[in-house]
């Protein structure tokens, strides 16, 4: 085997025919009967899964470690071993009830890569890595992303294993259990990290593209708010003496959304849960519960919401004579990806002439962490309607050949020098 | 003894200490540490509630009968007891942690009239009779009222008895348990029904008056509805590509409050109880179900509301890009009660001095049922903040007694020929 040119390094591209097989292979292992997958972190299925995915990196010549947190590394060994690894991966485990692309298409999209460079008999002057990482979606152990983020020093290793299930478990007993707890969490500098992953979202669908090359993540702000009237029957309190605390609900979802289309495009505002109180067909609502989120890219706009929400919140609650309260409980810097990295997917992708976009992801992923420890960014194939976190969670085999196109030559790029 | 003049019938008055002291220590019976009562439709409590009231109307020299709906008529005897007898009374089972004063106070008031009429030994042409109706809440058994309602042949005796609780009972078997399980149902030709009640409301005591003259009941329609849009994560999707059905939520919380204001100022309209589906916080709502209902005194104005309604929903949906479905699952038609009884409440309370003025009950009593088969009519008086169904629900002794005077004059007028 000899390391081929970087001219012929361009026309190599990955087998999707084979990649979409061992997608299909995957997908049994927890199959739900409408066609998705429940496979939680660290569960029989998770196990299954682990094993079948070291089988498979084992074949394709890999060494695997697996370090304190459960995260099984592959690695295809280079020229120079001694060079800082260019890596790639995501996580194998779903939510209940999810679909059979969020978090496996990345990981096994990197094995597809390692088999192609196989085929090719390319030798890469880095080593290359596919990391499977632990419990990403946070379904069975929150919080998400805690595996990475014990990885990228973000959480305390003991914090990261002292984690626990509805049922009392942690995630120690559970890694001990299945067999993947390693010794120690072996953090070591990486030259790139690449993660593909489905959108998640509908924007590339509806555009009609086929890859997004991801600038970065979007810093969420998550807030809890309520509203207190009086609690009244329905029959006996004139309109204009009530205090009905859900018309400061409908109020709050209005301005959410306002304040979201005011910093347009990009700004997302979600009131998802709500909660009156008593509840009761005949009372007028005397406590008003929500849940607000604003996602933005950028702090500053994220703080603009911020005080559009709490001025907002208490012109509601004085026009209405309602109480109120609101406590931001949870935030999350924007991330911003790599610019040479994000700048090497660009090139790929557009050298592989795939429609593209920019994009910013709306949702957390392993990368953001990773990204804050190594150069690294993301690229994204679309999902169909836009669904995912769903069994009914699609992809084409097309998008899913063309993502592994991208990320093959990413990787190759940074293995390369 | 013999019958005093019409003069000496006009200085009447009950003991109002007496009633006072008769509403205490009934309220010991399932008294709640918060000072209400939680008194449900046959349980142990309201048997010894009805036990209480039995020996006490028994002491006042009544005659006792049950029905096979459980409820109680006490008779004192008139001078003609082939006459239609004059009745009063209201309920004496409780919300759970209710208050103490909403029904057992009209029942008890009506005691209180025949104990002073003992006292000053009047003799009514009339007999006078105090009923004491089963299940006027609804809280055990639905549907409210429903023993009012068999005696007023709204339901069927066999509907009645067959009405379950949350573990299954039947008023039967509940009523059989306790003891209050009569022979047969028996209607009988009422000369006149008065029914006393706290107004459950704010206005009385808002305007400073002591009496509501009730001049009927409001019509009620009960609506269920729902929004279906498209759940979504709430990072990945656009606001401009969501179909958010919490939005709709807000709008028809805000299109149901404009309509009762437009309708103003004695429409109400309440949207009480909401479910988002799936209620988290990261996901955009693709379902939103409601119930809302309207009340009026007017069938027409009703109507004009149900047309604004569905005219309301219809565009909240297209403007929303949102599915929508609203059914009307029940109606209840506006209650205008006997003009004579009505005046002669009126004309009572005026010779007693008392501020009052004409109302409209915005609640279901079982006076609106009885309504349907005898002359009848309501006299309010306040309670502290409009608040009942509550263990807070108050009212002062003043306020009792004034009621239970107006009480008496109304049932000695009707009495008397």
Same mark, same amino acid.
């Given at each position: 085997m000899s390391a081929i040119t970087g001219q012929d390094n361009d026309a190599l591209r990955v087998n999707g025919g084979r990649l979409w097989d061992s997608l299909m292979q995957m997908a049994r292992i927890g199959a739900t009967k409408n066609g998705g997958v429940t496979r939680l972190a660290l569960s029989?299925? !998770?196990k299954q899964a682990r094993d079948l995915f070291v089988q498979w990196v084992q074949e394709a010549g890999c060494s695997?470690?697996?370090d304190a947190m459960g995260n099984i590394f592959a690695r295809r060994p280079g020229r120079d071993n001694a060079l800082a690894p260019v890596a790639t991966g995501s996580h194998g485990d779903s939510q209940p009830q %999810? %679909?059979?692309f969020d978090g496996i298409y990345g990981v096994l999209a990197g094995l597809e890569v390692i088999r192609s460079l196989n085929d090719a008999g390319v030798q890469t002057l880095r080593p290359v890595e596919v990391v499977n990482w632990t419990n990403e979606e946070g379904a069975r152990f929150a919080p998400a992303m805690v595996a990475s983020g014990v990885f990228s020093g973000v959480?305390?290793?003991?914090? %990261?294993?002292?984690?626990t299930d509805g049922s009392g478990l942690t995630i120690r007993q559970e890694l001990e259990r299945i067999g993947y707890a390693g010794a120690d969490i072996a953090s070591y &500098?990486?030259?790139a990290f690449y993660e593909l992953h489905i959108e998640q979202g509908p924007i590339l669908e509806a555009e009609n593209l086929t890859i997004g090359v991801v600038s970065g993540g979007q810093g969420q702000r998550w807030y809890e708010g309520d509203f207190s009237g009086q609690a009244a029957h329905a029959g006996t309190t004139p309109m204009n003496r009530r205090r009905d605390a859900a018309r400061g609900l409908a109020a709050v979802i209005e301005l959410a959304h306002d304040i979201a289309v005011a910093h347009g495009p990009l700004a997302c505002a979600t009131v998802g849960s709500l909660q009156v109180t008593p509840n009761?067909?005949?009372v007028v609502p005397g406590r008003a519960g929500y849940t607000l989120e604003f996602r933005? &890219? !950028?702090? !500053?706009?994220?703080?603009a919401m911020h005080a559009a929400l709490k001025e907002g919140v208490t012109g509601i609650a004085a026009r209405l004579n309602l109480g109120s309260s609101l406590k931001q409980i949870f935030s999350y810097p924007p991330v911003v990806f790599d610019s040479r990295c994000v700048g090497i997917v660009r090139a790929a992708t557009a050298k592989l002439a795939y429609p593209f976009r920019d994009i910013v992801s709306g949702a957390g992923h392993d990368a953001c962490y990773i990204n804050r420890i190594? &150069?690294?960014?993301?690229?994204?194939? &679309?999902?169909v309607d836009g669904i995912s976190h769903n069994e009914r969670e699609d992809i084409s085999e097309q998008w899913s050949t063309a993502g592994g196109n991208v990320l093959l030559q990413s990787l190759l790029h940074s293995a390369s020098s």
């Open positions: 029989d299925e !998770d695997v470690r697996v %999810g %679909g059979r959480f305390a290793l003991e914090y %990261g294993l002292s984690r &500098p990486i030259h009761s067909r005949n933005h &890219p !950028d702090e !500053d706009i994220l703080a190594a &150069p690294t960014a993301m690229i994204f194939i &679309p999902c």
